[in-house]
């Protein structure tokens, strides 16, 4: 496997299991982990966390501060990467 597929898979699997202890909806966690198998696919790994940013925000839009929370979580999971 590609090393920056292995670094994302792990990163979304990690910020996923995040997502659920915080009490955020599985649908959410688990569009993050879709979003990085794309990315993965198209082997730009750097892709995998922007994409999955973008997507989970759209997800959490109907409450702001969840949103904002889940920005910390994916900012805080990219720097500990």
Known sequence: MHEGN???????????????????????????????DVACLMRRPGL?????????????QMNNQRAAKIADIMQEAVQSS
Not at 48 to 60: E, N, P, R, T
């Open 6 to 36: 292995a670094i994302i898979r792990t990163l979304s699997g990690g910020v996923g299991a995040t997502f659920r202890r915080q009490g955020f909806s599985h649908d959410i966690s688990q569009t993050y982990t879709e979003a990085a």
């Open 48 to 60: 995998g966390a922007v994409a999955a940013l973008s997507i989970a925000m759209q997800s959490a």
